[in-house]
């Protein structure tokens, strides 16, 4: 029996829709790790003066890019921000970051924790208690936007 010849074309095209699916995936859990805003750089600037809002959404593409590429991203609030610090400097190699870029990501991480656990507190909005990886329940999500 001859042996079928990969045609080009289907190969691009099979190339083509991966790569959609993989966007359209990491487009669906773009709610699940928060853009950071105002209120976060006004947290972060109680622990680090210099933070701004560009170097928080710099952390968070970061989280996105790097993590996502051997886990799923859990939900920054998921893990105690006392936490956080190790278990980036564990995985920055890992996730290709160099120390300033798992600085960022820490900062990022770290503001976003410590901000859902004050409004749990202060005005029940995260009344779901949820700490599993993001996704729904008992399911995985390879990034985000």
């Keep these: 029996m001859p042996q079928e010849q990969l045609n080009p074309q289907h ?3 099979s ?16 709610s699940n790790v928060p853009r950071p ?13 210099e933070a701004t809002l560009a170097s928080l959404q710099a952390g968070r593409a970061l989280y996105i890019k790097g993590c996502a590429r051997c886990h799923t991203l859990y939900r920054p609030w998921a893990v105690p921000a006392a936490e956080w610090p190790e ?18 990501v820490v900062r990022y991480l770290i ?4 901000l859902y656990r004050v409004e749990k507190k202060t005005r029940g ?3 779901t ?7 729904a329940p008992g399911t995985a999500v390879s990034g985000a936007q």
């Design 11 to 13: 190969i691009a095209t």
């Design 15 to 30: 190339a083509i829709v991966a790569a959609l699916l993989a966007m359209v995936g990491l487009l669906a859990c773009a």
């Design 37 to 49: 805003t105002a209120a976060f750089v006004k947290q972060a600037q109680v622990r680090w003066p």
């Design 87 to 104: 278990t980036v400097l564990e995985m920055a190699k890992r996730a290709k970051l160099d120390p300033q870029q798992a600085e960022r």
């Design 111 to 114: 503001v976003t924790s410590d």
């Design 125 to 127: 909005v995260a009344q």
């Design 129 to 135: 208690g949820q700490t599993e990886p993001v996704g």
